[in-house]
């Protein structure tokens, strides 16, 4: 029987080449060092996931990828000095920041000495090499076997945060994480945060991702692990620059008797996917995902979440608003999985969508999966235009029409940002929506 032998595409040979001329100066320990290339034989088996593989069915990157930059190098002093320049669209919140220029932690523009007793920090490039704090914890979340993406970050992740928040310790300002894509070439930026909540514990994570326009492309993976009892919010806003591409996974293992909270908004780049995998392993406890995304152009956003109940007695609410123009495509793929073991588990899940023309294009995969026969589950999603009547009665008093549409999506993509705790987030959020509705307009 003759052997086959799969076609790669550009961007696929362009990878397969990259692992092994940068692994030399990736860090970590020997430990580490077999996982990355465990990692990257799972990727280089599987190839670049495309439309037959039923979870990319709507976002093809085999088809969309055309090509792969280098891997980023370490910001030089003119990009850290930009960065620093930098406007901060978190400015305002008071939080504790790390910034991340190019794939890199730059210490000089993040707080480890800020960090408040029972809160611990490192660069992951520092905690990979010192083996067992990384190791120890990393990959238990999100295990890079599961997803050709993820498996990518595994494998050439640069650098990072890992940040531990000791049992009881209610840390009372946000972790923000500035991830900069400052340089002038387009490059490949991968990164990973770990954030450990233990037992009791309070934390909020916001990470904010900012570009300068040059077609940069980023993977990102975030894990977060929650303990017992403890409350975990996660904030998420996309507006990378119009010519990037970034891939991000988010892993959440939920304790018992936890609250759990994630919102993500994107406006920017002009290829996203954002993945999340949640799995409660705990009773007892609460998961609420939502976001939402301003799409225009021939933007491609991609949202695709698994939430996973796997004991009795859980909550989970997923609600998620996307508005397109022009040519845009959306995507939404949710699954609530309900193991035989969770009776009682209460599921709701909900996409809304208006397209403001004729060319764009939302696709919607709403799914349960449920193996109990004691559980409150349900799905639904929507896709329209903006109410006309309602339109009419807005102009009717005095609104042009631009600005009658614009107070009519902020209000229909608020429902998801009133998932946000934190009041000054939330105004910035609500801010990114606003610039996106004016500059429409």
């Not at 430990?31 to 034989?41: D, L, N, S, W, Y």
């Not at 990157?61 to 891997?71: E, K, Q, T, Y």
């Not at 799914?367 to 102009?395: M, S």
Request: hydrophobic share 45%; proline share 5%.
């Amino acid at each position: 029987m003759a052997d086959v032998t799969p076609i790669r595409t550009a961007a696929e040979t362009a990878l397969a080449e990259l692992f092994p001329a940068v692994k030399g100066r990736l860090p970590g320990d020997a430990t580490i060092a077999g996982q990355r290339a465990e990692a990257f034989k799972s990727f280089v088996d599987a190839g670049l996931p495309h439309r037959r593989i039923e979870a990319y069915k709507y976002t093809d990157l085999r088809a969309l990828l055309r090509d792969v930059p280098p891997l980023a190098t370490e910001p030089s002093a003119d990009a850290v000095e930009a960065a620093r320049q930098w406007a901060d669209p978190f400015a305002g919140v008071d939080a504790l920041r790390f910034t991340i220029v190019d794939g890199h932690v730059v210490a000089g523009l993040s707080d480890f000495k800020l960090l408040p007793d029972g809160v611990e920090a490192w660069p992951l490039a520092a905690a990979l090499s010192a083996g067992p704090v990384a190791s120890g914890l990393m990959g238990r979340v999100a295990p890079a076997k599961s997803d050709p993406v993820l498996a990518l970050n595994a494998a050439l992740m640069t650098d990072g945060l890992v940040v531990r928040v000791r049992k009881d310790v209610a840390l009372d300002r946000p972790i923000l994480v500035r991830f900069l894509a400052a340089s002038g070439a387009p490059s490949l930026i991968v990164t990973r945060i770990l954030l450990v909540v233990e037992d009791g514990a309070r934390a909020t994570l916001i990470e904010s991702h900012e570009g300068a326009g040059v077609a940069h492309h980023a993977n990102t993976a975030v894990e977060i692990s929650c303990g017992d009892d403890a409350i975990v919010h996660h904030l998420r806003a996309n507006a990378s620059g119009q010519a990037g591409v970034d891939l991000s996974t988010l892993g959440v293992d939920v304790g018992g008797r936890c609250a759990f909270t994630s919102v993500a908004m994107v406006t920017a780049p002009s290829l996203s996917r954002h993945q999340i995998f949640v799995r409660c392993t705990g009773e007892h406890s609460t998961v609420t995902l939502g976001g939402g995304a301003l799409l225009k152009n021939r933007q491609h956003a991609d949202t695709t979440l698994v939430v996973d109940h796997a004991v009795p007695d859980c909550v989970s609410r997923e609600l998620y608003k996307t508005v397109l123009d022009d040519e845009a495509t959306g995507v939404f793929q949710g699954k609530i999985i309900v193991q035989q073991p969770a009776q009682k588990t209460d599921g709701k899940m909900m996409s809304q969508a208006v397209l403001l023309a004729d060319g764009p294009t939302m696709n919607n995969k709403p799914e349960l999966e449920i193996f109990a026969d004691d559980v409150q589950c349900a799905h639904g999603a929507t896709c329209g235009a903006l109410d006309d009547d309602l339109l009419f009665y807005l102009r009717a008093r005095g609104l042009p029409k631009p600005e009658a549409e614009a107070l009519m999506l902020r209000a229909f993509v608020g429902e998801a940002l009133e998932l946000v705790d934190d009041e000054a987030a939330r105004e910035r959020l609500d801010g990114m929506v606003a610039a996106w509705l004016a500059a429409r307009a």
